[in-house]
């Protein structure tokens, strides 16, 4: 059965702090993997990867894909407290096309 | 360019009865995807609709149901309500079918009692 990994589950970090999130994945016929931050409703687009070793970055957020190792990283430098969100990884495969499998999401809380 | 609109915001609904939600994607946008999102399963997928045709079903039973119209905007039915149908039902709209970037609406949140 296709499956999304993120650990860990909640961080506390302090403003200024650089924090990765992980998530791991075990899908057949992987096809791309997206980030989403989510505040209170609607889930937020932030990147979607599709090639190995490629860095997305936006700002302080960058994200980059191993598919050999079946994982992705994102990154979060200089937090701030508006970064306090939950943070969720999906995952879509050629065979299952417009299904994204997410993950439990990490819970991501910056203090000042 | 407006985001992807879900209506309404919010539903109060007795076990037993219906509810319709609706979703309108972006424009241009022909791909919608429903998904229910619950503190304990997180977002489960519902279905996919392209071109007014369901292209894909996750694992729900046949309670729920959809549509979609030639404007791409979509329809979701949840019939013969319980309680655990209580959750926040978000859509998402993208350009294709996979492979391209799925974004969200603001949600719909149905409480059932």
């Known amino acids: 059965e296709d499956k999304v990994v993120q650990s860990p589950l909640s961080l506390v970090v302090h403003e200024g702090d650089t924090v990765t999130l992980n998530c791991s994945y075990e899908?057949?016929?992987?096809?791309?993997l997206l980030w989403y931050k989510q505040e209170k409703k609607a889930p937020t687009f932030l990147f979607m990867l599709?090639?190995?070793?490629i860095e997305k970055k936006s700002g302080r957020l960058s994200s980059i894909l191993d598919k050999k190792e079946l994982f992705s990283i994102l990154n979060i430098t200089a937090t701030q407290t508006g970064d306090s969100a939950v943070y969720l990884c999906?995952?879509?495969?050629?065979?299952?096309?417009?299904?994204?499998?997410f993950g439990q999401g990490t819970t991501l809380q910056v203090k000042p | 360019k407006a985001g992807v609109t879900q209506t309404p915001r919010y539903l109060i609904k007795t076990r037993g009865q219906q509810v319709t939600l609706s979703c309108s994607p972006i424009?241009?946008?022909?791909?919608v995807s429903w998904y229910q999102q619950t503190p304990g399963q997180g977002l489960q997928f519902l279905f996919e609709?392209?071109?007014?045709?369901q292209r894909n079903k996750g694992n729900f039973p046949g309670r729920f149901s959809g549509r979609q119209f030639s404007n791409s905007r979509s329809e979701m039915n949840v019939s013969t309500l319980e309680l655990g149908d209580s959750a926040l039902y978000l859509c998402?709209?993208?350009w294709g079918r996979g492979g391209t970037e799925a974004f969200f609406g603001q949600g719909t949140r149905l409480t059932v009692v």
């Open positions: 998402a709209s993208s």
């Open positions: 899908v057949t016929n992987f096809r791309s």
């Open positions: 599709t090639s190995s070793g």
């Open positions: 999906a995952v879509e495969a050629y065979s299952n096309t417009g299904k994204l499998i």
């Open positions: 424009s241009g946008h022909r791909s």
């Open positions: 609709y392209f071109s007014e045709t």
